[in-house]
């Protein structure tokens, strides 16, 4: 079973940049579709970013061309720069496969993304 550290989370004022940081000890992680999720307070849990094991990337319409993935597979890393951040982006921020079943690794605790004024 492996793990998952999410960090880099914080508070910022709108417009402002974070970037997050997840490592994933993960058996197989090169192999895998790696995502950003997020779940804002009484919402779902959502993917936003994806990175797959070829480095494409896909993104959610809320986010695209303000936020970008990326991944270190030599250090099992994946990475989420977030910039122009809104309100709307305040969330706890969680790394784990695409989809989140593959890598069989339990949600971690996530990190803490505020946007406010």
């Known amino acids: 079973q492996g793990r998952l550290v999410e960090s880099g989370g914080g508070w910022v004022q709108p417009g402002g940049h974070l970037k997050l940081a997840c490592k994933a000890s993960?058996?197989?992680?090169?192999?895998?579709?790696m995502g950003w999720y997020r779940q804002a307070p009484g919402k779902e849990r959502e993917v936003v970013a994806t990175i797959f094991s070829t480095g494409m990337t896909n993104y959610g319409d809320s986010v695209l061309g303000r936020f970008s993935i990326s991944r270190d597979n030599a250090a099992n890393m994946i990475y989420l720069e977030m910039n122009s951040l809104k309100p709307d982006d305040t969330a706890i921020y969680y790394c784990n496969s695409v989809p989140p079943e593959i890598s069989g690794s339990p949600w971690g605790q996530g990190t803490q993304v505020t946007v406010s004024s």
């Open positions: 993960v058996i197989g992680f090169d192999r895998y579709a």
